[in-house]
């Protein structure tokens, strides 16, 4: 990735996502959750009592911001005309369905490339589209898996001095009411941070994480600096 976006992620306070390795999702494991979550206490009831996942879980895990304004804004826009403002995409009824935009053509722009002399505007569009392509692979997963709510741009306007937002907040707000939908009894789809349940139960419950034999220390030179703990 371009260091220019690099840059930029790490001042918006999302390199934790960035370093965050990527794992198929476990759906057996992230199932059998689901099936013990019980939405009025927003816990997990399991044989030995209940537990549930922490906003500490989320900062050490994913090493996102827990701290930092709220996320909050409008959705009240006139969406296409954000998509093209910030994202230099132009879309229509089928890239963008009412506020979620396809991922494919974020991805799309991602792999243009960003050229050596791109101006502040360009270099920041694409930026938004990395990040936000970002937010849908980790903590704000759509139920349909192709698509991602565009809402996320008010907070990725200022990328010059971008606010600090508690990202981590936004993400267990979002993994709950994703929870609580999903054990309604029509309910056949889960949106939300899932790659954090499947690290979350792996740390919590080590039986279930598959084994891995690790190199020894120093095998590969000086160890990583502070990240989070999904990377271990």
Request: proline share 6%; with cysteine; net charge negative.
């Amino acid at each position: 990735m371009d260091d220019r976006i690099v840059d930029i992620v790490k001042r918006v306070g999302l390199e934790g996502l960035y370093r965050t390795p990527c794992r198929e999702i476990d759906n057996n494991l992230i199932t059998a959750f689901v099936e013990q979550w019980r939405p009025e206490t927003h816990t997990f009831h399991l044989p030995h009592g209940e537990t549930t996942i922490t906003l500490q879980d989320v900062e050490v895990l994913l090493g996102i911001p827990i701290d930092g304004e709220a996320i909050v804004g409008t959705t009240d826009l006139t969406w296409k005309d954000e998509c093209q403002s910030l994202l230099g995409i132009a879309t229509n009824d089928t890239t963008l369905k009412g506020q979620r935009i396809q991922i494919k053509k974020l991805l799309e722009k991602i792999d243009e490339g960003l050229p050596d002399d791109a101006t502040e505007v360009v270099v920041h569009q694409y930026a938004r589209c990395y990040i936000l392509a970002l937010l849908a692979d980790t903590i704000f997963a759509d139920k349909s898996g192709d698509r991602v709510h565009t809402m996320w741009l008010q907070m990725l306007r200022d990328l010059r001095n971008p606010p600090q937002y508690s990202w981590g907040s936004a993400c267990l707000a979002w993994l709950y009411r994703e929870l609580c939908r999903a054990t309604d009894r029509g309910a056949s789809q889960i949106g939300g941070a899932l790659l954090l349940v499947q690290y979350w139960a792996w740390v919590r419950f080590p039986f279930l994480c598959p084994r891995m034999d690790l190199p020894p220390d120093g095998a590969y030179g000086p160890p990583f600096a502070p990240s989070p703990l999904s990377i271990k």
